[in-house]
C-alpha cells in the first residue's frame, strides 16, 4: 500500500519489485536449486525496505493509511 509521502512511496515501490524478485527465484527452485543466501537477502532487503518506508513516513510527518484485512 504505498502512502505516507513521496520517499515512503518510491520505497514501497521497491519492496513491490523486490518481492517480484523473490517470487521468480522460488520459481526457480523446480528448475534448479537457487543459493540459499540470494533467498535470504531478497527477504531481508524487503524487509529493509518497509522498515525504512514506514521510517520515512514518519521522519516527514505523513499519515501512511494502515492495512485492516477485514475490509479488503
Do not use: I
Not at 10 to 34: D, I, K, N
Amino acid at each position: 500500500m504505498p502512502g505516507g509521502g513521496l520517499v515512503a512511496s518510491y520505497l514501497h515501490l521497491a519492496r513491490t519489485v523486490c518481492r517480484r524478485a523473490e517470487r521468480l527465484v522460488v520459481g526457480m527452485l523446480s528448475e534448479e536449486p537457487p543459493e540459499a543466501q540470494n533467498l535470504r537477502y531478497l527477504n531481508r532487503l524487503s524487509d529493509a525496505l518497509f522498515v525504512m518506508s514506514r521510517h520515512a513516513s514518519r521522519l516527514y510527518g505523513e499519515a501512511e493509511p494502515l492495512w485492516e484485512p477485514e475490509k479488503t
